[in-house]
């Protein structure tokens, strides 16, 4: 489908006269999908790979009653830590004055960095700042075709409800995010934006918890994440070298090599530096990513379930009050880590195996994080009613996943009663406040916003982070 599109996009230009970049390269767009869910969800949206196939469309005789998403960003540039280390290996690569040979041969074709500007670092891939104008992955367009997407299925909830309130954190490419999306939703919707703070004075009242835990440690189990050989990253500095003489990569070089791939990839719509990595090398990345998020932001750290509670329960409360709401559809926008986190107080993709660092886990690992935060990623909660029953469910990138305690209803949903007995089990004893220790950068102790946006305005300062 993308080299009918690319085949058209290319006529086209021809007639108009328009000149491509890199035109020779054009045919590779659309070849490299398969290795997006090895490049730790920096690489683009794709859909979960462990769809167990179970429909997303409400069930039969069933009628959605309210559809809730929380959804990370678009496809992006590097943040701007990341970004300054991919710059200084590319001025490693670019002061080199040889030939390159092997799998760096790219670099000798007028190869130009994909990040053309500095300012792009931290900001969503647009139609405007791709390397390449034919790039199909950008942040904007995957919003956009999300949104059309999202119409496709849950219009009917928004029948008679044409002004309602999105909401996103004040991080500009999330913020961007929810715009575009908003945009594409068309002009018969009046939708307002509210921006809510990700400063950690909003305290609990935020999309981002991650932001209001000061208590939050990322080192914690460095002892076990650490352990996990990077002999692979030597391997491909060592193999690198040797075909270039004098280029003396280092293994931290490696690591940024798979970032530079990713990035490349949402600007470029291709990366031949992906062509660097043995199919072994980026299995062990990824797992290493797994195994890293695992006991930073996932199930391996005991004070994640907490932090994620603070969106859980605002969710389950949305879902009690349904009938009563205004507004049938929810839709927030935040960071990875914040769904991450949410993702692990539900406990969808905690089998209660902890991963370890001795050697990558095949049949053993259901806990593969950039599945489950892609960029783009989307989680949704969806309640419908079938003869006067209610059911609620998720739908994880466009899979559903069944709570695996909780199935017995149409197409492996949970009936509300018992969803809401599990989801208590979930918070039991968890208290994100305390964990977190919130109260040390603010006195907001409620998140509120859901509730509160008629009366009070949403609109922070945007944020370069
Ligand atoms: C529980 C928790 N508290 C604090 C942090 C610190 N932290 C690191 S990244 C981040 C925000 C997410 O930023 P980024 O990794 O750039 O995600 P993206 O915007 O690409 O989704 C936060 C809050 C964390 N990861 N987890």
Redesign the pocket.
């Known amino acids: 489908m993308l080299s009918t599109f690319i085949a058209v996009l290319l006529a086209l230009s021809a007639a108009q006269g328009i000149s491509i970049p890199q035109l020779d390269k054009i045919g590779k767009i659309g070849t490299q999908e398969k290795i997006f869910r090895f490049l730790a ?2 690489a683009p949206y794709f859909p979960y790979p462990g769809d167990y196939g179970i429909p997303s469309d409400a069930p039969e005789a069933c009628e959605f009653t309210q559809v809730q998403v929380i959804a ?2 678009g496809e ?1 540039y590097p ?1 701007n830590s990341s970004g300054e280390k991919l710059f200084n290996t590319w001025y490693k690569l670019s002061n080199y004055t040889k030939a390159f040979n092997g799998s760096l041969a790219f670099l000798n074709d007028d190869y130009s960095f994909f990040i053309g500007d500095v300012n792009y670092l ?1 900001q969503e891939t647009t139609l405007e700042n791709s390397a390449n104008p034919l790039n199909p992955y950008t942040g904007e367009m995957d919003a956009k075709i999300h949104a059309r997407r999202f119409l496709a299925q849950y219009s009917a909830l928004l029948e008679n409800t044409t002004n309602f309130s999105v909401f996103s954190t004040n ?1 500009e ?2 913020h961007d995010t929810a715009k575009y999306f908003i945009e594409a939703l068309g002009p018969q919707y009046k939708v307002s934006l509210q921006v809510v703070d ?1 400063e950690p004075s909003s305290g609990a009242n935020t999309i ?4 209001s ?1 000061p208590a ?1 440690n ?1 080192d914690a189990y460095d002892n076990i994440t650490e352990a996990f050989s990077d002999d692979y990253l030597e391997e491909i500095a060592t193999r690198l070298n040797k075909e270039n003489p004098g280029l003396n990569l280092t293994k931290n070089d490696s690591f940024l090599l798979f970032d530079w791939c990713a990035f490349e990839i949402s600007s470029r719509g291709y990366s031949d530096m992906c062509g660097v990595f043995t199919p072994d090398e980026l299995i062990k990345y990824s797992y290493y990513d797994d195994l890293s998020s695992y006991y ?2 996932g199930p391996g ?1 005991w ?2 379930k907490d ?1 994620g509670a603070n969106l859980f329960n605002a969710t389950v409360k949305l879902l009690k009050q349904s009938e009563e709401l205004d507004q049938r559809v929810w839709l927030s926008f ?6 991450l ?1 949410y993702l692990t107080t539900i406990g969808l993709f905690d089998d209660g195996r902890p991963l370890n660092a001795s050697s990558v886990p095949f049949r053993d690992n259901f806990f593969h994080k950039s599945w489950q ?1 892609p ?1 783009g990623a989307r989680v949704y909660t969806q309640k419908f009613t079938c003869s006067n029953e209610s059911f609620v469910r998720y739908v994880v990138n466009d899979a559903v996943i069944p709570i695996e305690t909780c199935s017995s209803g149409p197409g492996f949903s949970c009936p509300e009663d018992e969803f809401y007995k599990f989801a208590d089990v979930r918070m039991q004893n968890l208290d994100f406040v305390k964990a ?1 220790n919130v109260t040390s950068v603010s006195n907001i102790t409620q998140l509120t916003y859901y509730w509160d946006f008629g009366t009070k305005k949403y609109n922070a300062t945007l944020l370069d ?1």
């Not at 981002?208 to 932001?211: D, I, L, T, V």
């Not at 935040?334 to 769904?339: C, G, R, S, V």
């Open positions: 969800g920096n990370r960003h992006r943040s931290e991080s490419r999330v990700e981002s918890a991650g932001y835990c939050w990322g930073t932001d750290y004070m994640i932090v935040t960071h990875d880590t914040d769904i986190n935060i960029m977190c982070e």
